[in-house]
């Protein structure tokens, strides 16, 4: 059995959190502006190379070395207080998720969620996501999210807590949008909507924003709306989220035969190319800038180097 010194468990603050990142949330209320005829064609490949499902985000591991000297005998774990209990199980789990072994992490993980620690639901949900020391488990994953994404409150405090269950609302709405047969779930882009929209209207998380967008762009799940689209797509894009900027480059480039759409095309598109994180999304990327900037005249350049450094100036410290 683990065992677990009381003294040591008090003092521990380091921990890991799987796949959250820093959060970037406020609350953020539609605008919806007009509907128009454009045509809308986004490219698959950037929806692809976009989808920026976080990765493993580690804090340093729980280590006791430094005050094993003076720690009292070590206790069992279930010899703890109730309330410490979950959260040792959770520390338990760290050690060996640090350690590589998944059949140790699971189990203790396991234990903490089995008594309600929200962080070790999120990580056995993006274990089994993964695959990460375990074998991959649509299933578990969607059970695990469900549970986590239930606990989001906006009442709440905007803190790594309410982080998290946002997080998990976007993951549930991931899987709905593109069904998982392990789970009997079959696409079901409405739900899909429906939970993006609460966790960017409630909580104004760039990847629901940009989902929204996207799907508001191609009429999936929602009824087609340019005006909402450019909306959603602006929210997300003002946090600095990349595929947010290249969606929206897209857009107007697409339609740079009207008005000044070519000027923006190529200010988003730069924009974008600043922003863009990971190899694949660098170089969809600088291909399609590229092409913009080598199609714009010399003042089309200029206009769009003008309308960077307003928009840098506003969003400088988002």
Do not use: C
Not at 42 to 70: C, D, K, Q, R, Y
Not at 120 to 148: E, H, S
Not at 236 to 252: E, H, I
Not at 266 to 272: G, T
């Amino acid at each position: 059995m683990l065992t677990f010194n009381a003294k040591i468990f008090s003092s521990l603050t380091a921990a890991v959190v799987i796949g959250v990142g820093t959060a970037n949330i406020a609350t953020q209320a539609e605008s919806s502006g007009a509907a128009t005829n454009h045509e809308v064609v986004v490219a698959a490949s950037i929806e692809a190379a976009a989808s920026n499902l976080p990765g493993p985000i580690e804090g340093p591991a729980p280590t006791v070395a430094a005050t094993a000297a003076t720690a009292p005998a070590a206790q069992t774990i279930e010899d703890l207080p109730l309330s410490e209990r979950a959260h040792a199980w959770f520390l338990g789990g760290v050690e060996a998720y640090n350690a590589g072994d998944g059949r140790l992490t699971v189990e203790r993980w396991t234990k903490a969620a089995d008594r309600g620690h929200l962080v070790a639901q999120w990580n056995l949900a993006r274990l089994y996501r993964r695959g990460d020391l375990v074998a991959a488990d649509p299933v578990k994953a969607l059970t695990y999210f469900r549970i986590v994404a239930n606990q989001h409150d906006p009442s709440r405090v905007r803190d790594q807590r309410s982080a998290i269950t946002v997080a998990a609302l976007v993951e549930v709405a991931d899987i709905y949008r593109a069904g998982e047969p392990l789970a009997k779930l079959v696409p079901d882009p409405n739900r899909a909507a429906a939970l993006y929209n609460v966790a960017a209207k409630l909580y104004g998380d760039a990847r629901a924003q940009h989902r929204l967008g996207i799907m508001y762009l191609t009429g999936e799940g929602v009824r087609q709306h340019i005006g909402r689209a450019v909306r959603w797509l602006g929210l997300s894009a003002s946090k600095r989220y990349a595929p947010s900027l290249v969606a929206l480059g897209d857009f107007f480039w697409q339609n740079r035969e009207t008005g000044d759409n070519k000027v923006q095309g190529l200010m988003w598109l730069s924009l974008a190319r600043e922003n863009a994180k990971g190899e694949d999304l660098r170089a969809v990327v600088n291909d399609r800038y590229e092409a913009a900037l080598i199609e714009a005249n010399d003042e089309e350049r200029k206009q769009a180097m003008s309308l960077i450094q307003s928009w840098n100036q506003i969003h400088r410290t988002q």
